[in-house]
């Protein structure tokens, strides 16, 4: 060595790795042996087999490297864990609070999940499913465009023959239609779809018995579910038996399906060929009109196809076959339907949004908790972490202890929100009206999702308390004093400001949902909807609804009855290009139509504005033959006169005079402004508004299950072949607005979740701060404060926090529920006191949080605070 | 003293008194490398560090031997040597030792011919 050799160094990355394993500073040393005695080899042996020296060394090291590492984690958990086991066990309300906050909040998240998860699968399960589309229009009346669903019936055979890049088309006959049904003594008035054969081809619904390529191509064949062949036929395996339909035709069963997935748009338990009905209706040109927008149109692509580029071409196409027609038609992915609609803004996304964000608010207020209450308890760990640090462990194993001590803390929240869930998924399932099953071990997604879901809340809830520990300096920290710091502090507030921030958004939020759906209960629609009930027209009824009508005037009980085409909730048939004297070009309404008899307005309550209604006297002919209308206010706004009457509007060759002006009523789903009206007398076929096809009745209040049992024996006797069917008017009323009504009724539970665990966090606070200022208290009340004063004194800095929180959540709240509202076009005004009774409420819970600790600390005798120095 | 003597006896391996030997005669420049070679060279078969290394350390915690860090050389890229020593135990332990084996070996003629 002393002779000067040629000094050779080892390899770079050899070293670089060695000396990564080797475990500390002293065993550094051995690097220096290793180069000295590689030195060695390289001039006795060579520089090769010197190298491969070094590295052998290295691979030799590793298992070792490796038991060693796991034995001291292994030992440093153990510490780690019993430390942290001892906390909880030690610190009960503190524990409680924090694996109880963490639990329910990552119970919504699951509960949540699950529902999105559901709300996602929507369609999914057809095999053709991305290259599915529903063909809707956009069509211009005037300045507005809207945007339907609705096609003619020749559009879907013209985009099959005339487009390559369009597989196949399948049209369903928009409905609904009912259809009475009999088999032996069996019989009922059922739903049925009417489509193209094709529909079986091109959506994928499992067939249990028959063919999906020739079920329908026989237009008296019928496709049923398992269900109705089980409640017809009493087997599963009817196919080739008879059920007569309407008395009139026999139809052969050919397909039997299984039951329709929950998670599908398009749900039915008969198919009937969209044949049969331009037979039942006598009515041959019904499949290749170009007219009459009442059929629902789907469009298989091929692979590959872009829907945007046929979409382009296939847009003129209606316009095309209809002169008349003022828009384009365009494809609209089937699998977006459900969530987004038709891309017009509404849609079911907006609740899923919403729900996924209120369940990351939720566990994000969980963990601000477990932040708060462990940074606030920050003093008590002080001594620990002071001697941790000085017997050597680094600001990184502090770190480590407080990441595990918080991921400890939410998997053994996880494991309460995984039984809360299995306790509470049906009530959730009541609430939603959804079937979701909470299956761990046959999800994927939920059993990477939920440890992932834990580890998460544990890394975002021990952040901050694990920074904060770190950081302090042993020097300070084992003195005495040192507890919650000023930075510390700070950051507890912003965080119980956050915190209450959300809370009170959401209730906010809750308020106005709410409030809006009274707003729609309770809203005059223009006639009165109670103890109205009605009557579907069929069999022999269709023909003697006039003696039906005078037979049910009888009852006692019944006090108006009326004739309409449609029942209020939706008024779909209509037309423009109607012309008046003095109409301005840019002008055109899309005027809705609607049929009844004379009694409609006295059955419903329908005030005159002008002129008079059609009556029995007045009218010896149906109003189209007569040339007399009656319009609503709506269209008589539009035409521009302060009274109509006598005016005479026309489409096209026709011309007709206005004899009468009704009070405005809705006839759509509060979402839509009811626009402009034409009430038909008797009937008018060339607008494709049917005929009558319901009797309603107004009843009186008084014994309203007699009234109805007499109504059943009338009908039936007249037309035994069926069965009688009514319903209430208002139930139907209390179905439209289901959506919303879940959406808030969710909301509503979630909201009080997300108070609750605010709650818990801020009684946790308090709890901790009365303890801490114990001895202030004592000093206090010995130098003569009163309990009044000391419990005004805690609960004043908490209550700053809240009044804050309630500026922070009152613009965004607005913003959120001014959008939401957007979506009606009948809308509450948002009042401010919706907001002043939302803050209060937090306030009042806050107030009754903290007032609990303050009180109990304010009450103590001083001498036991003082005592324990 | 009974204790002692079989404490001398029993906590030193064949390897152990090598080392402590090595030691002994490297004074100075008693740190692993030279350790290893010395014993190498006197025993006619390879030691590898590893092998050195181990027995080093449990001398230390036994008490035998002491260290201290050297000041860096440039042959071991600037790194520090740990340089051993022996305790006033490792000397006694070495002193008996050698006691009890010229005792034993006393007397007796070369075994093999």
Known sequence: MQNKKIHHKPPKTAEWILNFILPDREWKIPLGDFEEFYNEIADKKGISLARSWYWWQIVRLIPTKILNEIYWSYEMIKSYLKVALRVIRRHKVFSVINISGLAIGMACCILIFLWVQDELSFDQFHQNADHLYLVATHERYGTTISTSSGTPSAMGPALKAEYPEIVDAARVCNGPHALNFACGDKRFREEVEAVDPSFLRIFTFPLLQGDPSTALSDPYSVVMTKRMALKYFGTDDPIGQTIRVEEKYDFKVTGVLDEIPHNSILQFDFLVPIEFLSEHWQFPELLTRWSDFSFTTYALLQRGASYEDVSRKTAGRIKQGNQNFDGDAFLRPFTLLYLHGLGTGRGRIALVRMLSMIAVFILLIACINFMNLSTARAGNRAKEIGLRKVTGASRFDIIKQFYGESVLMAFLGLFLAVLLVIILLPVFNMLTAKTVAFDIFNSPELLLGLPGVALLSGLVAGFYPALLMSSLQPARMTRETVGAGSRSSWFRKILVVFQFALSIGLIIRTGVSYRQLDYMHHLDLGFNRDHLVYVPISGVLERQYEAAKQELLKIQGVSSVSLTSRTPIGFYSGGSNWDWEGKSPDVNPHVRYFCCDHDFTSTFEIEMVHGQFYSRELMTTDSIKAGQLVINQELARIIGRDDPVGTIISQESAHFQIIGVIKDFNYWPLYWRSGPLIVFYKTYHETGEPRYRYIFARLQPENIPKTIANIKSVITEMNPEFPFIYRFLDEDYDQLYRLEERGSAIFQTFAILAVFISCLGLFGLASFMAEQRTKEIGIRKVLGSSVQGIVILVTKDFLKWVLMANLIAWPLAWYVSHKWLQNFAYRINIHIWIFLISGALAFVIAVLTVSFQSIRAAVANPVEALRYE | ?113
């Open chain 2, 1 to 113: 003293m009974k204790n002692e003597k079989e404490d001398g006896l029993r906590l030193l391996t064949r390897t152990e008194e090598l080392i402590l030997l090595a030691v002994w005669r490297l004074k100075e420049n008693a740190y692993c490398v030279p350790i290893r070679a010395e014993i190498s060279e006197i025993t006619g078969e390879k030691w590898s560090l590893g092998s050195v290394y181990m027995p080093l350390d449990r001398l230390v915690k036994k008490g035998f031997l002491d260290s201290y860090l050297s000041e860096a050389t440039p042959e071991r890229g600037g790194r520090q040597k740990r340089i051993y020593t022996l305790t006033r135990e490792g000397l006694k332990a070495l002193e008996k030792i050698r006691a009890v084996q010229s005792r034993m070996w006393n007397g007796i003629p070369e075994l093999v011919e």
